[in-house]
Structure formats: structure tokens, C-alpha cells
């Protein structure tokens, strides 16, 4: 199979197709940067191609299989492209975070931990994506950047913050990618986009070198074409790091090789009350489907959802406010609109708000480990819809009207808040009139237990319940 083709498949295909001398990590990368080039017009899912560095790191990873470098051999993503969200640092550029204001500072020294991590797992770098501004917001229409476009519908959204994450997935652009997660902003563009999400949880991956936007909610995760890619590309990502103050200093616990195992004793249950009311009827159709693939018969509550994702909102404000008042104060034109209005009511919310957020949140972490006591998955819908169209101000879901921005997060928003791992996994055909668009089930488990979370999406993927393929771009 040559380059061009290989490039549609796993991740996992592409790195034993380079260490069986099947083709080589170059090939592999130019094969990602010809198709970055001849899709980014319509999808604008990159804001920065790192050409340069890509083809010098393929061939450094040539050379050395060349050389017998049997190290090289033992790499779990030899010569895989990736790409990053833009509020990763990658040496040699500026971290925008979607912003303007961010345009003027200095290139970053150096890379961040997990862009380092996958580079020493043998992965070449590729570029820098799109982003809704300081990871505020679930669509990534960006003024500054542009919007990124839905691969599946190009006239519609990919989700947000880490839009172009996932667009670039699913345009097949890269196998891989990185974004992070605050309310939703992996689960979000990944239901929309079509392919699978992790969210880990939360202090599992450090974030120093990346732009925070809410310290004691932000995640980082990745993107991928399959749960096993996924596995792969987390089992890299692993590590503790004192650097940054909230990843929890705890060994690493391998995934991939434990995704054989399938269903094995597992109690799964399906989310209802809030998560069937607040969805719409193609998100309950794909929740049910994966539901009955999985055995799943009985349905359970989490009480006080909607509380709880208010205290997700006021704390998300609260904390973003206070991280950019500093440019609020001096350069508040430079905003895009929406976020700066956000970020500057956050600053304006009264301490006790917060400090009742904060205890509602931990009330809320404490009736879930309740939950989990009697079941080891749990799963909901990642998103109310499908993608709206670029543009749409409004969502109708079960006669509510709703801001369409704000709610495409209502359902990934309350788990979000106490940090637990989640896998959002693509089901297709669920909405009768769009069955083109995709839109993904949230599996979610118990901390630490990320491999659970993607032992069911494997066994989905397997099944042929869930799938990522990528986007016929014409």
C-alpha cells in the first residue's frame, strides 16, 4: 500500500508499515503534508505547518532504521503524523491559543511535555490547529483564524475548543491529534467531527507547556481514528511531572494491552434523567444503539446534573476571568466579542458564588463514586445534536431554545467538572434526515480507569458500532 493510501488507515497500520520496511517515515509525512495542503482551503483545521521539522524528524527516524538502530525499531508511533491544538507549546513557535493577543510574544524554547513524549514514541510533528480563542467556546469559529469546517459537511461546524484537532482527523490530514478538555472541548468537536476522544482524567497528564485556561478543571487528550490508536497514542502520553502542580504522581498504567479483554465483567448502565431530557432525539437514538451493543439494560440517575453544570460555568468564568483581567483591562478590543464578554463577567462574580460552586462539585464527585460502586461504565451522549451550520445562534432541543455556542457543551459540561475519564466514541445514521453526520456516546468511568473507558469503545470499534472513517472530501 503506498503512502497516500496508508495514510487513511490506523495509526498502528502506519507504524508497522515502517518498521516492516512497507514504506518509509518520510514517505509517510509527505503523504500527510501534500494532503494538509490540498484540504486546508476548505477545512482550516491547521494554523501553523512545521514543513521543516517534520521532514528533518522523518528522516532522522529513516536513518536510523537504515543504521539497524534496533531502539528505533521498538517505537509504538514510528513515523505517525500529528498534530497539536495551537495552545501547545512546539519549540520554535509562537503559542497563539487562538488569540491575538498572544501573536506578538516569543516563539516557545521548547516543546511541551506531551509533544516531547510523542516525539520520543517515534511520531513526527506536523503542525499547530485551530482553536476557539483561549479555549473558550464550542465551535471554533474564530475571527482571528477563521472557522475551522465540519470534514463530514463544510458547511457545518467541527465543534470547539479543539476544533481543528478533530477536523484534521477526521479530513485525514493526521491520525493523530492533541487538544485539551475544560467543559468539553475534546468530547464536543469529536461527536461532531466523527472520530474517538479521550478525556483522561483529571492530574493523569501534565499540562505545564500549554496555555491553561481553567487550572482546576483543564484536561489534555487526544483524537483518533480508533480506540486502539487512542490507546497507543494515551500509553505514550503517560507520566507524572512536578511541574505542574495538578498531575497526580501515579505510575503509569499501559491501556493498549489491555484492550483484548473486551467486556469482560463489565457493569455498564446508561445515564438518564438529565442526559435523556436535554438530548435531542438522534442523541438518544445513537446512546440506545450503543446500549444494546454493549448489553446494557439498565438506566441510572446522577442527581442534580444541571447544578452541577452550572457550577462547571461559574467556575470555568471565574477562573478564566481572573487569568486574563491583566488584558482585559489593556486590551480588551483585541478579544473576539463573545469571550471577552465571558471573561468579564467571570471577573465580576461574587466570591461566595465560586466558593458554592466549588462545594456543589465535590457534593457531585461524591454521588458519582456512589454510582460506581455498582457499575464500572456509565454511558450518555457527548453532544445534544449533530452539527448546526456555521453561524447558527439558536438550538430547538425538545421545544428549549437554546444558545447554540453555550449548549453545545450541556451534556459533556457536568462530568467535565469532577475530572472523570471519558472516551467519546462516533456513531453514524442517527438522525434520519443528516445521516451523513456523525455524533458520539460519552463512555465514562471511575478515575484512573482510563482502561475501561477504552476496552468498550474497542470492543464498539470491533463490532462495528462505532467507526471513524475519514471524510470524503471530494
Same mark, same amino acid.
Given at each position: 500500500?503506498?503512502?497516500?493510501? =496508508? *495514510?487513511?488507515?490506523?495509526? +498502528?497500520?502506519?507504524?508497522?508499515?515502517?518498521? &516492516? #520496511? %512497507? $514504506? @518509509?517515515?518520510?514517505?509517510?509525512?509527505?503523504?500527510?503534508?501534500?494532503?494538509?495542503?490540498?484540504?486546508?482551503?476548505?477545512?482550516?483545521?491547521?494554523?501553523?505547518?512545521?514543513?521543516?521539522?517534520?521532514?528533518?524528524?522523518?528522516?532522522?527516524?529513516?536513518?536510523?532504521?537504515?543504521?539497524?538502530?534496533?531502539?528505533?525499531?521498538?517505537?509504538? =508511533? *514510528?513515523?505517525?503524523?500529528? +498534530?497539536?491544538?495551537?495552545?501547545?507549546?512546539? &519549540? #520554535? %513557535? $509562537? @503559542?497563539?491559543?487562538?488569540?491575538?493577543?498572544?501573536?506578538?510574544?516569543?516563539?516557545?524554547?521548547?516543546?511541551?511535555?506531551?509533544?516531547?513524549?510523542?516525539?520520543?514514541?517515534?511520531?513526527?510533528?506536523?503542525?499547530?490547529?485551530?482553536?476557539?480563542?483561549?479555549?473558550?467556546?464550542?465551535?471554533?469559529?474564530?475571527?482571528?483564524?477563521?472557522?475551522?469546517?465540519?470534514?463530514?459537511?463544510?458547511?457545518?461546524?467541527?465543534?470547539?475548543?479543539? #476544533?481543528?484537532?478533530?477536523?484534521?482527523?477526521?479530513?485525514?490530514?493526521?491520525?493523530?491529534?492533541?487538544?485539551?478538555?475544560?467543559?468539553?472541548?475534546?468530547?464536543?468537536?469529536?461527536?461532531?467531527?466523527?472520530?474517538?476522544?479521550?478525556?483522561?482524567?483529571?492530574?493523569?497528564?501534565?499540562?505545564?507547556?500549554?496555555?491553561?485556561?481553567?487550572?482546576?478543571?483543564?484536561?489534555?487528550?487526544?483524537?483518533?481514528?480508533?480506540?486502539?490508536?487512542?490507546?497507543?497514542?494515551?500509553?505514550?502520553?503517560?507520566?507524572?511531572?512536578?511541574?505542574?502542580?495538578?498531575?497526580?504522581?501515579?505510575?503509569?498504567?499501559?491501556?493498549?494491552?489491555?484492550?483484548?479483554?473486551?467486556?469482560?465483567?463489565?457493569?455498564?448502565?446508561?445515564?438518564?434523567?438529565?442526559?435523556?431530557?436535554?438530548?435531542?432525539?438522534?442523541?438518544?437514538?445513537?446512546?440506545?444503539?450503543?446500549?444494546?451493543?454493549?448489553?446494557?439494560?439498565?438506566?441510572?440517575?446522577?442527581?442534580?446534573?444541571?447544578?452541577?453544570?452550572?457550577?462547571?460555568?461559574?467556575?470555568?468564568?471565574?477562573?478564566?476571568?481572573?487569568?486574563?483581567?491583566?488584558?482585559?483591562?489593556?486590551?480588551?478590543?483585541?478579544?473576539?466579542?463573545?469571550?471577552?464578554?465571558?471573561?468579564?463577567?467571570?471577573?465580576?462574580?461574587?466570591?461566595?458564588?465560586?466558593?458554592?460552586?466549588?462545594?456543589?462539585?465535590?457534593?457531585?464527585?461524591?454521588?458519582?463514586?456512589?454510582?460506581?460502586?455498582?457499575?464500572?461504565?456509565?454511558?450518555?451522549?457527548?453532544?445534544?445534536?449533530?452539527?448546526?451550520?456555521?453561524?447558527?445562534?439558536?438550538?430547538?432541543?425538545?421545544?428549549?431554545?437554546?444558545?447554540?455556542?453555550?449548549?453545545?457543551?450541556?451534556?459533556?459540561?457536568?462530568?467535565?467538572?469532577?475530572?472523570?475519564?471519558?472516551?467519546?466514541?462516533?456513531?453514524?445514521?442517527?438522525?434520519?434526515?443528516?445521516?451523513?453526520?456523525?455524533?458520539?456516546?460519552?463512555?465514562?468511568?471511575?478515575?484512573?480507569?482510563?482502561?475501561?473507558?477504552?476496552?468498550?469503545?474497542?470492543?464498539?470499534?470491533?463490532?462495528?458500532?462505532?467507526?471513524?472513517?475519514?471524510?470524503?472530501?471530494?
Amino acid at each position: 500500500m503506498n503512502a497516500p493510501d =496508508l *495514510l487513511n488507515q490506523s495509526a +498502528a497500520d502506519m507504524a508497522a508499515a515502517v518498521r &516492516a #520496511g %512497507l $514504506t @518509509t517515515a518520510t514517505a509517510l509525512t509527505h503523504a500527510s503534508l501534500d494532503r494538509i495542503s490540498a484540504t486546508q482551503p476548505r477545512v482550516n483545521a491547521f494554523t501553523a505547518v512545521t514543513v521543516k521539522r517534520a521532514l528533518q524528524t522523518a528522516a532522522d527516524l529513516d536513518a536510523r532504521l537504515a543504521n539497524g538502530d534496533t531502539t528505533v525499531q521498538e517505537l509504538p =508511533l *514510528l513515523g505517525v503524523p500529528f +498534530a497539536v491544538k495551537n495552545l501547545f507549546d512546539v &519549540a #520554535g %513557535l $509562537t @503559542t497563539l491559543a487562538g488569540s491575538k493577543i498572544e501573536r506578538g510574544k516569543s516563539v516557545a524554547a521548547a516543546d511541551a511535555p506531551l509533544v516531547a513524549r510523542l516525539h520520543a514514541a517515534g511520531a513526527v510533528l506536523v503542525g499547530a490547529l485551530n482553536m476557539d480563542e483561549y479555549a473558550y467556546g464550542f465551535t471554533t469559529e474564530n475571527s482571528h483564524e477563521g472557522a475551522t469546517h465540519n470534514p463530514h459537511d463544510l458547511t457545518r461546524i467541527a465543534g470547539g475548543s479543539s #476544533g481543528g484537532s478533530a477536523a484534521a482527523v477526521a479530513a485525514g490530514q493526521v491520525p493523530l491529534s492533541l487538544g485539551s478538555d475544560t467543559n468539553g472541548s475534546i468530547r464536543v468537536p469529536a461527536s461532531l467531527c466523527g472520530t474517538f476522544g479521550l478525556k483522561p482524567t483529571y492530574g493523569r497528564l501534565p499540562r505545564n507547556g500549554t496555555y491553561p485556561f481553567v487550572a482546576s478543571l483543564d484536561h489534555l487528550g487526544g483524537f483518533a481514528r480508533s480506540a486502539l490508536d487512542l490507546a497507543l497514542m494515551y500509553d505514550a502520553l503517560q507520566g507524572y511531572d512536578s511541574r505542574d502542580s495538578g498531575c497526580v504522581a501515579r505510575r503509569a498504567e499501559p491501556t493498549a494491552s489491555e484492550l483484548a479483554l473486551g467486556l469482560n465483567g463489565m457493569r455498564i448502565a446508561t445515564l438518564g434523567g438529565y442526559f435523556h431530557d436535554q438530548a435531542g432525539p438522534e442523541a438518544r437514538t445513537a446512546v440506545a444503539r450503543v446500549a444494546q451493543a454493549l448489553g446494557a439494560q439498565q438506566v441510572v440517575e446522577l442527581p442534580e446534573v444541571a447544578r452541577a453544570r452550572a457550577a462547571a460555568f461559574i467556575i470555568a468564568n471565574s477562573e478564566g476571568g481572573s487569568l486574563h483581567l491583566p488584558d482585559l483591562r489593556s486590551r480588551a478590543a483585541d478579544f473576539e466579542p463573545l469571550s471577552r464578554d465571558r471573561f468579564l463577567a467571570g471577573t465580576l462574580l461574587p466570591a461566595a458564588w465560586v466558593h458554592n460552586a466549588q462545594r456543589m462539585r465535590r457534593w457531585f464527585a461524591l454521588r458519582a463514586a456512589e454510582l460506581f460502586q455498582d457499575f464500572d461504565v456509565l454511558l450518555a451522549p457527548a453532544t445534544p445534536c449533530v452539527a448546526p451550520t456555521i453561524g447558527t445562534e439558536w438550538l430547538h432541543i425538545n421545544a428549549q431554545r437554546l444558545p447554540a455556542r453555550a449548549s453545545m457543551g450541556l451534556l459533556s459540561q457536568p462530568i467535565s467538572c469532577i475530572g472523570l475519564p471519558v472516551c467519546a466514541v462516533p456513531v453514524w445514521g442517527c438522525d434520519p434526515a443528516l445521516p451523513h453526520l456523525p455524533l458520539a456516546v460519552q463512555i465514562i468511568a471511575a478515575p484512573w480507569r482510563e482502561d475501561r473507558v477504552l476496552r468498550v469503545a474497542h470492543h464498539l470499534h470491533m463490532t462495528g458500532a462505532a467507526s471513524a472513517p475519514v471524510a470524503s472530501l471530494g
